[in-house]
């Protein structure tokens, strides 16, 4: 079993940044690709960026491309995703995801098996 818990949200400035971070615990998450979504409200759950285990392929939505930055300490078993020049459509609530099964970069929901609580996000204008 893994257990994901996100933290950093929280409420911030347009143009500002913050970082969130992903805990694993129950299982060492190294030998994983790791992913971030977001779900705004009245929207779906929505694919945000994704590395593999050694963090030498990334994937990024085109909406966060060139702003935000997904990457990996497997020491500390944590996931972060550095969101920098935030706009107000960045406003969610930001969740981590584990693919345990294969070692790809997915961005479909359904390549991940355990997802964390989720961190909100608010970016005022």
Do not use: H
């Amino acid at each position: 079993q893994v257990r994901l818990v996100e933290s950093g949200g929280g409420l911030v400035q347009a143009g500002g940044s913050l970082r969130l971070s992903c805990a694993a615990s129950g299982r060492t998450l190294s030998s994983y690709s790791m992913g971030w979504f977001r779900q705004a409200p009245g929207k779906e759950r929505a694919f945000v960026a994704a590395l593999t285990w050694s963090g030498g392929t990334t994937r990024y939505a085109d909406s966060v491309k060139g702003r935000f930055t997904i990457s990996r300490d497997n020491a500390k078993n944590t996931v972060y995703l550095q969101m920098n020049s935030l706009k107000p459509e960045d406003t969610a609530v930001y969740f981590c995801a584990a693919n345990t099964v294969g070692g790809a970069v997915v961005s479909g929901q359904e390549g991940y098996d355990y997802w964390g609580q989720g961190t909100q996000v608010t970016v005022s204008s």
